[in-house]
């Protein structure tokens, strides 16, 4: 067996097991410290789309849920796509990197998303302040630290239930 090969097979080994919830409670590492790095990756992909479509809802002078919309749907995609550049990065295909991207991202995403815009809509005027205003980046600055904030939790039940970002981890070794 050559050792590409191996490798191959050691990656669709690990990210099957995982994938399945079968993976070895012992061997995922649920700590604090890998919960808040997994949140922080999410966080930066969110981030990223969020502030975007923020951007470009608050630019365009969309209505706050269309805004909100536009963010979460680029929140999302951004998220995604920074999970599968390092699966790709690991020699996976396009079609088992974005399975990876969506079984190992959609939770932490969703409830990120949730907390953030949430937070956004609560803050009185943030989302009708222009994108000028210290009030409207003061709000989603404060909405980003509550998210990751609730998400950390979140994140460290799911890997270490081998699950979440234990799933693409599989394929950063």
């Given at each position: 067996m050559s050792v590409q090969h191996h490798h191959e097979h050691h990656h669709h080994a690990a990210a099957e097991h995982?994938?399945?919830?079968?993976?070895?409670?012992?061997?995922?590492?649920?700590?604090?410290?890998?919960?808040?790095?997994?949140?922080?990756?999410?966080?930066?992909?969110?981030?990223i789309g969020e502030?975007?479509?923020?951007?470009?809802?608050?630019?365009?002078?969309l209505h706050p849920v269309a805004t909100i919309a536009l963010?979460?749907?680029?929140?999302?995609?951004?998220?995604y796509a920074l999970s599968m550049r390092g699966v790709l990065r690991a020699g996976?295909?396009?079609?088992?990197?974005?399975?990876?991207a969506l079984a190992a991202d959609t939770i932490s995403i969703t409830v990120m998303e949730i907390v953030d815009?949430?937070?956004?809509?609560?803050?009185?005027g943030a989302m009708s302040a222009g994108l000028a205003s210290?009030?409207?980046w003061?709000?989603?600055?404060?909405?980003?630290?509550?998210?990751?904030?609730?998400?950390?939790?979140?994140?460290?039940?799911?890997?270490?239930?081998?699950r979440g970002h234990a799933i693409a981890h599989a394929y950063h070794h």
């Open positions: 995982a994938e399945h919830g079968h993976a070895e409670h012992g061997t995922h590492s649920a700590t604090w410290g890998s919960a808040a790095s997994a949140t922080l990756h999410c966080l930066t992909g969110c981030a502030v975007l479509g923020m951007v470009i809802g608050t630019w365009l002078g963010a979460v749907g680029l929140a999302f995609i951004f998220g996976v295909g396009f079609k088992q990197a974005l399975k990876v815009n949430g937070v956004m809509v609560v803050v009185p210290v009030l409207f003061a709000a989603l600055a404060f909405a980003f630290l509550v998210a990751f904030i609730v998400t950390v939790p979140v994140n460290k039940w799911l890997i270490g239930r081998g």
